[in-house]
Nanobody, 124 residues
Framework: QVQLVESGGGLVQAGGSLRLSCAAS????????MGWFRQAPGKERELVAG????????YYAESVKGRFTISREDAKNTVYLRMNSLKPEDTAVYYC?????????????????WGQGTQVTVSS
């Protein structure tokens, strides 16, 4: 069983930055793509960033390109999401998830294990 625990959310003013972290348990972290999703009230969950299992390529939703950066540190079983230039429309619960084995990170349907989520609120 894979467990994912997110941290780093909070309240920030527009234009500010946050870094989310996701700590994964188990030995199955290394060979899997990882990603960050978000879900705002009344909206569907969306994949905002994914990272290839090797960590050498990434996928970003158009709405966050140039502002968010996903990275991974396999030695610590941790994936990060650095969020800069935050906007009020980035307000959502952010979830870490495990993607496809040997995956690219953009295969949304392949994500299977999810964390409990961390709230990010951006005030205007």
């Amino acid at each position: 069983q894979v467990q994912l625990v997110e941290s780093g959310g909070g309240l920030v003013q527009a234009g500010g930055s946050l870094r989310l972290s996701c700590a994964a348990s188990g030995r199955t972290f290394d060979n899997y793509a990882m990603g960050w999703f978000r879900q705002a009230p009344g909206k569907e969950r969306e994949l905002v960033a994914g990272i290839r299992w090797r960590g050498d390529s990434s996928y970003y939703a158009e709405s966050v390109k140039g502002r968010f950066t996903i990275s991974r540190e396999d030695a610590k079983n941790t994936v990060y999401l650095r969020m800069n230039s935050l906007k009020p429309e980035d307000t959502a619960v952010y979830y870490c998830a495990r993607g496809a084995r040997y995956g690219m990170g953009s295969e949304e349907a392949a994500y299977d294990f999810w964390g409990q989520g961390t709230q990010v609120t951006v005030s205007s």
